[in-house]
């Protein structure tokens, strides 16, 4: 069982940075593959990126590749969302996700543990 804790969301303007955070607690957190999702008002939760459980392997959605870099640190528990170039359509409650001993999948419904979600809102 793990639980999840985001944290980094905030108000910037387009163009700027942000770095999410994703704390986790429970046993054997890296045989877990993370990702992370949004859902903006009205709209239905979309993939973001994902990262397998050595780090080794990661995924993006089109729109955020090459902005967006998705990283792990095992000792910390912890993985990271660094958001580079934002722009007003990454306007989204960003939520961590975490499914055990497989590769991780942009079907949100696989994942096993979700977090509460961290606000992101760019302004233009």
């Known amino acids: 069982q793990v639980q999840l804790v985001e944290s980094g969301g905030g108000l910037v303007q387009a163009g700027g940075s942000l770095r999410l955070s994703c704390v986790a607690s429970?046993?054997?957190?890296?045989?877990?593959?993370m990702g992370w999702f949004r859902q903006a008002p009205g709209k239905e939760r979309e993939f973001v990126a994902v990262?397998?459980?050595?780090?080794?392997?990661?995924y993006y959605t089109d729109s955020v590749k090459g902005r967006f870099t998705i990283s792990r640190d095992n000792a910390k528990n912890t993985v990271y969302l660094q958001m580079n170039s934002l722009k007003p359509e990454d306007t989204a409650l960003y939520y961590c996700?975490?499914?055990?001993?497989?590769?991780?999948?942009?079907?949100?419904?696989?994942?096993?543990?979700w977090g509460q979600g961290t606000q992101v809102t760019v302004s233009s």
């Open positions: 429970g046993r054997t957190f890296s045989s877990y593959s």
């Open positions: 990262i397998s459980w050595s780090g080794g392997t990661t």
């Open positions: 996700a975490a499914r055990r001993y497989a590769l991780g999948s942009s079907d949100p419904a696989v994942y096993d543990y």
